[in-house]
C-alpha cells in the first residue's frame, strides 16, 4: 500500500475543499488558533510514517487524553471501574446534564464528559501524584519527554469550568465522586491541556494498533484484552453523538477532541491522527473527519 501517494491525493483533495465548520471557543484560548492550519500523519506497523501539513506542530488534544487516561484507569483497576462508568454510546451532547440526572449520576461512557470524570476522580483515589503520572504516561508510551501541557489553555478552560463544575457537583450528590470537586476538575482541565503533534498522537495510539505494544521496542503497555475493550469503546463512543456517522464514513476506533485533532486506530495496520481546528456542529473536525473518510476510501480497508 503506497500511504504516502494515498496521503497526497488527500492533501490535493483538500486544497479545493472549504470548511464550514467553526473553532472552539467556548475556550477562549483555542478561539486564537488558525482555523487554516491543517495536518495529517499515518504511522504503519510495517512500514514507517507518512504525512503532509501541519503534522509536527503541536496543539492541545483535549478530550483525545480521555483515551489515555481510561488506559491508566483500567491497569489500576481492571472490570471494577466499569461499576462508576457505563459502556454505552450517549446519543447526547460531550457535555449533557438531562441524561446523567436520568441515569442517577452514572455516566454513560468514559469518553463523555461525565465519565471522563469520574475516570479522573478514580486516578486521584489511585495515585499519589496524578498529574505526574499521567504526563509520564505520555512521555513512557511516545518516547518524548519534552510533552507537556499548554499553560493558557490550562488557564483559560479552568476559568469557564462551570458545566464541568454542574457535573461533579450532580454525580457527587449520587456518591459517584469521592474526591474534592475542584482537584477533580484541576486535573480533568490538566489532561485536557497537553499539547501533542500528529505524528506524536500516532506514536501514542501505536499500542491501540498493536496489540498493548510500544512498536519501537516491543513493551507491553496494556493487555491485548484491554486495548480490544478500549477500541471498542473508542469505536461505538468517541465521537460524541456522532459515533454512529464515523462509524459509517470512516469505519475505525478514534478519538477526537475540541481542540480539533482525531486519532484514529486501524488494528494490526496503522495509527492515522489528523488536526483541523474547525469544528462541525458536533464538535468534531470537519475537514479531519473527512480526510479520514477518504483514507479509508482509497485504501479500500476499514475494521468492516
Not at 139 to 151: A, K, L, Q, R
Not at 152 to 170: D, F, G, P, T, W
Request: hydrophobic share 35%.
Amino acid at each position: 500500500m503506497d500511504y504516502q501517494q494515498i496521503l497526497n491525493q488527500i492533501k490535493d483533495e483538500l486544497s479545493t475543499k472549504q470548511s464550514t465548520g467553526k473553532v472552539a471557543s467556548y475556550i477562549p484560548e483555542l478561539a486564537k488558533i488558525n482555523s487554516e492550519k491543517f495536518g495529517m500523519h499515518l504511522h504503519c506497523i510495517n512500514s514507517g510514517h507518512y504525512n503532509f501539513g501541519d503534522n509536527e506542530e503541536r496543539f492541545s488534544i483535549q478530550s483525545i487524553s480521555k483515551v489515555f487516561t481510561l488506559s491508566r484507569a483500567m491497569s489500576l483497576l481492571g472490570d471494577d471501574l466499569f461499576k462508576r462508568v457505563d459502556v454505552e454510546p450517549s446519543g447526547n451532547p460531550f457535555n449533557s446534564l438531562v441524561q446523567l440526572e436520568y441515569e442517577q449520576g452514572i455516566p454513560r461512557n468514559p469518553f463523555i464528559n461525565a465519565g471522563a470524570l469520574v475516570i479522573s476522580d478514580a486516578l486521584i483515589s489511585e495515585l499519589e501524584h496524578p498529574k505526574k503520572d499521567f504526563l509520564d504516561f505520555i512521555h513512557e508510551i511516545t518516547g518524548d519527554s519534552s510533552i507537556t501541557i499548554n499553560p493558557q489553555v490550562y488557564i483559560s478552560e479552568k476559568k469557564h469550568s462551570y458545566r464541568n463544575a454542574a457535573l461533579l457537583n450532580l454525580m457527587k450528590s449520587f456518591g459517584n465522586i469521592e474526591n474534592d470537586i475542584e482537584t477533580v476538575l484541576d486535573f480533568y482541565i490538566y489532561q485536557c491541556s497537553v499539547e501533542m503533534s500528529c505524528k506524536e498522537l500516532s506514536t501514542a495510539f501505536m499500542m491501540y494498533a498493536n496489540q498493548g505494544k510500544k512498536l519501537a521496542d516491543n513493551t507491553q503497555i496494556l493487555s491485548p484484552q484491554k486495548v480490544k475493550r478500549i477500541n471498542a469503546i473508542m469505536q461505538t463512543c468517541g465521537f460524541y453523538d456522532e459515533a454512529g456517522e464515523f462509524s459509517f464514513r470512516v469505519g475505525l476506533p478514534g478519538k477526537s477532541g475540541v481542540g480539533g485533532g482525531i486519532a484514529a486506530v486501524h488494528p494490526g495496520q496503522y495509527t492515522v491522527t489528523v488536526w483541523s481546528p474547525c469544528l462541525n456542529p458536533k464538535g468534531n473536525s470537519e475537514l479531519g473527519m473527512h480526510a479520514l473518510e477518504q483514507l479509508t476510501t482509497l485504501t479500500g480497508l476499514s475494521i468492516f
